[in-house]
């Protein structure tokens, strides 16, 4: 496979005039005056939305998975309704289904999008944001508030004080930076903080996680090699990156490619590290289709055949058997469960 050529495009631009779509769209919006009092910046982003919909959309119709449409449909409820624009989420996804019966697809649009269309007609509860059930709330409340703020020292002594006080490395990755990084995600999704401020939040995330790495490689590994990476497109790393590094902790031999990796690179780095076990990141649906690719390329090579392959994601736990369809060995909904799974595969 060219990671740069062929990956270079998502299999679904590949494969469907996504362009030819986007005007159609956009022609039936703008009879219906949806643009109407609407300056050029409204109508420019929302051609670059309908591109990223019908993307989105035409993969989870490769899933046959409706549930993943049902999570979508939401998630731009969400977060339309936090910009005030909540209004045009309904007639845009009823747009999108009318072209997309339009176009020739070899798959039955009805049946997987028909209970997602039906939900933008029903009441939904709001977005809970907060620690409720995080045993330290308080104490990751001020750590979120002061990171927001842009206090990492701060944020820093409030760690440095928990692990002082007894609170494990597992549970600072998981109770602080897992658990803070899902709430300002929320907090961004609901338009309460910026994506420059969330963006932020991350990467002094990251500078937080690296002032810890010394308390985490003190010892030589004892346990099976492990490769952690993100499907190639998958910007997403930081969720796969702290369990790379909680396994690290665990004992294991792990081995951290990042973000957006291409699928030769992969394989050729399995190859050469002689890994047991590879877990596999994809945060949004429209990588799919490239991450099970990925998994038969691995399948296929018969000095990698046999490594046992873990994926996680938003999609994995929108839609449990997910991971089934695309031909994985399992995935993993948190940090802990992966630290779990990849211990009793290394028993196994």
Not at 103 to 117: C, E
């Given at each position: 496979?060219?990671?740069?050529?062929?990956?270079?495009?998502?299999?679904?631009?590949?494969?469907?005039?996504?362009?030819?779509?986007?005007d159609?769209?956009?022609?039936?919006?703008?009879?219906?005056?949806?643009?109407?009092?609407?300056?050029?910046?409204?109508?420019?982003?929302?051609?670059?939305?309908?591109?990223?919909?019908?993307?989105?959309?035409?993969?989870?119709?490769?899933?046959?998975?409706?549930?993943?449409?049902?999570?979508?449909?939401?998630?731009?409820?969400?977060?339309?309704?936090?910009?005030?624009?909540?209004?045009?989420?309904?007639?845009?996804?009823?747009?999108?289904?009318?072209?997309?019966?339009?176009m020739?697809?070899?798959?039955?649009?009805?049946?997987?999008?028909?209970?997602?269309?039906?939900?933008?007609?029903?009441?939904?509860?709001?977005v809970?944001?907060?620690?409720?059930?995080?045993?330290?709330?308080?104490?990751?409340?001020?750590?979120?508030r002061?990171?927001?703020?842009?206090?990492?020292?701060?944020?820093?002594?409030?760690?440095?004080?928990?692990?002082?006080?007894?609170?494990?490395?597992?549970?600072?990755?998981?109770?602080?930076?897992?658990?803070?990084?899902?709430?300002?995600?929320?907090l961004?999704q609901?338009?309460r903080?910026?994506?420059?401020?969330?963006?932020?939040?991350?990467?002094?995330?990251?500078?937080?996680?690296?002032?810890?790495?010394?308390?985490?490689?003190?010892?030589?590994?004892?346990?099976?090699?492990?490769?952690?990476?993100?499907?190639?497109?998958?910007?997403?790393?930081?969720?796969?990156?702290?369990?790379?590094?909680?396994?690290?902790?665990?004992?294991?031999?792990?081995?951290?490619?990042?973000?957006?990796?291409?699928?030769?690179?992969?394989?050729?780095?399995?190859?050469?590290?002689?890994?047991?076990?590879?877990?596999?990141?994809?945060?949004?649906?429209?990588?799919?289709?490239?991450?099970?690719?990925?998994?038969?390329?691995?399948?296929?090579?018969?000095?990698?055949?046999?490594?046992?392959?873990?994926?996680?994601?938003?999609?994995?736990?929108?839609?449990?058997?997910?991971?089934?369809?695309?031909?994985?060995?399992?995935?993993?909904?948190?940090?802990?469960?992966?630290?779990?799974?990849?211990?009793?595969?290394?028993?196994?």
């Amino acid at each position: 496979m060219d990671s740069k050529g062929f990956e270079a495009q998502s299999y679904i631009e590949l494969r469907y005039d996504l362009d030819a779509a986007v005007d159609m769209a956009m022609s039936i919006m703008e009879r219906e005056g949806m643009f109407e009092g609407k300056d050029s910046r409204f109508i420019e982003y929302s051609r670059s939305d309908l591109k990223i919909h019908f993307q989105y959309v035409l993969e989870v119709l490769q899933t046959g998975s409706e549930s993943l449409f049902i999570d979508y449909v939401e998630w731009n409820r969400v977060f339309f309704r936090g910009i005030g624009l909540e209004y045009v989420v309904a007639p845009t996804f009823r747009i999108i289904h009318d072209v997309l019966l339009k176009m020739d697809l070899d798959i039955d649009v009805d049946t997987v999008l028909a209970p997602g269309m039906a939900s933008l007609s029903e009441s939904h509860d709001d977005v809970v944001i907060g620690f409720e059930g995080n045993p330290y709330p308080e104490l990751v409340e001020s750590y979120c508030r002061s990171l927001l703020k842009g206090d990492r020292e701060k944020a820093w002594n409030i760690l440095n004080d928990a692990m002082e006080d007894g609170v494990g490395i597992l549970e600072i990755f998981e109770h602080f930076f897992q658990a803070s990084l899902r709430n300002v995600g929320l907090l961004w999704q609901t338009g309460r903080i910026s994506v420059a401020k969330e963006h932020l939040f991350t990467s002094s995330t990251q500078n937080l996680m690296a002032r810890i790495y010394p308390y985490i490689f003190v010892k030589p590994p004892s346990k099976s090699k492990v490769m952690a990476a993100c499907v190639s497109g998958e910007l997403h790393e930081m969720g796969i990156r702290m369990i790379a590094d909680m396994l690290e902790l665990e004992g294991f031999d792990t081995t951290y490619l990042g973000a957006n990796t291409p699928s030769d690179a992969i394989v050729s780095m399995l190859k050469e590290s002689g890994a047991k076990i590879l877990l596999l990141s994809a945060t949004m649906t429209y990588h799919m289709e490239r991450l099970q690719r990925l998994i038969s390329l691995v399948r296929s090579d018969p000095d990698t055949e046999r490594v046992k392959i873990l994926v996680g994601g938003r999609p994995f736990t929108v839609d449990e058997s997910l991971w089934e369809k695309i031909g994985a060995d399992g995935y993993s909904k948190d940090m802990k469960e992966a630290i779990d799974m990849v211990a009793s595969l290394d028993e196994a």
